[in-house]
C-alpha cells in the first residue's frame, strides 16, 4: 500500500503551459481484388457498467453507414476486450466462419497503455508472451489465432481532440477563470505512467492557454492508485491552497458508474468544502471528432493491406 501512496501523491500535483493541431479530410479508398473480405473490429476496454457499454456501441453504430461505404469493407463490429461479451476471440471466430481473409482491429483508448501495446496483439494471436498469456487466462480472457489476417491500427493519439474535448467541458462549468483551478481525473497506467502524465500535462498545457485557469493538477482513480477516491480528494484540497473553487473533469472515455458515480463522486463529497467544487458525471464521448479519427485510421491502415493471398 505505501507504494501505491507514493504514487499517487507524487503524481498529484503539476502546473502546466501549450498544444495543438488539425484534421484531414479522408478519401474512400477505392475497391480491390474480388478474393479478399476485410471486416473492421473496434475493441474497447469492456466495462461492468451498461452506460459505458452502449456509450461505445454507439460509436460503432454512429460510424457504420461511413465505414461500410467503402467497397473494401464487409462488416464492421466491436469487442471488449474483458468483462463482457462480444469478447475479440468471440468476434475473430465470427469473422473466420464467415470467411473474411482481413481483420483490421481499432483500439478504442486513451492513449498507449499494456492493453493496446501487449494484450490484444497475444489476444489475437500476433504475439506470444507466456506471462502476459498467463495473466489473460487468470482474467479469464480467451486468446485465439484467426485464420483471417489480423492488423492492429496504431493509437488513435487524439491529443488534439482530448484537449479540445477537456476544454469545452471546463468552460461550460467555469464562472471565473480567475478564481477556479481545474483537477483533471484519469485512469492512469502504472507500466506506461510516463505517458498518461504527459497526456494530462498536455491537457493541462492547453486548458492554461484556452481557458485561462492558471492552476491546474492532476489525479488518478484506476488501478494504480487501487480504485482509490483519495488522490482526487487529495488534489481538491491542494488546488484550494490556491483557488477558492475547483472544477473537477473526468478524463475517462465513457460514463461509468463506478468511476464517476462512485470513485470520482466520493472524492468530490469528501473535500472540505464541496460547495465550491463543481463536478459534472460526464466523459469523454459522445465526441463527434474521435468518430471522424477512428474512421480516419482505419482508411488509412486499410490503404496499406493487399489483397490477401487466398
Known amino acids: 500500500m505505501k507504494k501505491v501512496r507514493s504514487i499517487s501523491l507524487c503524481c498529484l500535483f503539476a502546473l502546466l503551459l ?20 476485410v471486416g473492421v473490429l473496434l475493441v474497447n476496454h469492456g466495462s461492468h457498467s451498461p452506460t459505458w457499454r452502449q456509450m461505445l456501441l454507439d460509436v460503432e453504430d454512429n460510424v457504420r453507414e461511413e465505414i461500410l461505404a467503402n467497397p473494401r469493407i464487409t462488416e464492421l463490429k466491436t469487442a471488449f476486450m474483458e468483462y463482457n461479451e ?3 476471440a468471440t468476434q475473430m471466430k465470427w469473422f473466420d466462419e464467415n470467411g473474411f481473409t482481413d481483420v483490421i482491429i481499432v483500439p478504442i483508448f486513451l492513449t498507449v497503455s499494456s492493453h493496446y501495446s501487449h494484450d490484444i496483439p497475444v ?7 507466456p506471462k502476459i498469456t498467463e495473466s489473460l487466462a487468470e482474467e479469464e480472457i480467451e486468446v485465439y489465432k484467426s485464420k483471417a489476417r489480423a492488423t492492429i491500427t496504431p493509437p488513435l493519439d487524439y ?4 484537449k479540445k474535448n477537456v476544454a469545452r467541458r471546463v ?11 481545474v483537477l483533471l481525473v484519469a485512469y492512469g497506467d502504472e507500466q506506461y505512467n510516463q505517458q498518461w502524465e504527459e497526456m494530462v500535462e498536455e491537457i493541462g498545457q492547453y486548458l492554461k492557454i484556452k481557458t485561462g485557469h492558471e492552476m491546474i493538477a492532476y489525479a488518478w ?4 492508485v487501487e480504485y482509490s477516491s483519495d488522490p482526487t480528494t487529495e488534489g481538491i484540497e491542494k488546488l484550494f491552497e490556491f483557488e477558492d473553487n475547483v472544477i473537477v473533469i473526468p478524463v475517462l472515455v465513457a460514463n461509468d458508474e463506478h ?12 473535500a472540505s468544502n464541496t460547495s465550491h467544487v463543481k463536478y459534472i458525471k460526464d466523459a469523454i464521448l ?3 471528432k474521435l468518430e471522424q479519427r477512428v474512421v480516419k485510421i482505419l482508411f488509412e491502415k486499410l490503404e496499406t493491406i493487399r489483397v490477401a493471398d487466398v
Open 18 to 37: 501549450i498544444g495543438c493541431k488539425s484534421e484531414d479530410s479522408i478519401d474512400v479508398t477505392e475497391p480491390s481484388e474480388s478474393n479478399e473480405k
Open 86 to 88: 462480444p469478447s475479440i
Open 123 to 129: 489476444i489475437v494471436g500476433l504475439s506470444s508472451d
Open 159 to 162: 491529443t488534439t481532440l482530448l
Open 171 to 181: 468552460e461550460a462549468l467555469s464562472d471565473d477563470s480567475d478564481n477556479e483551478a
Open 221 to 224: 482513480c484506476g488501478h494504480i
Open 259 to 270: 468511476f464517476q458515480g462512485e470513485i470520482i463522486q466520493d472524492g468530490v463529497n469528501a
Open 286 to 288: 459522445p465526441h463527434k
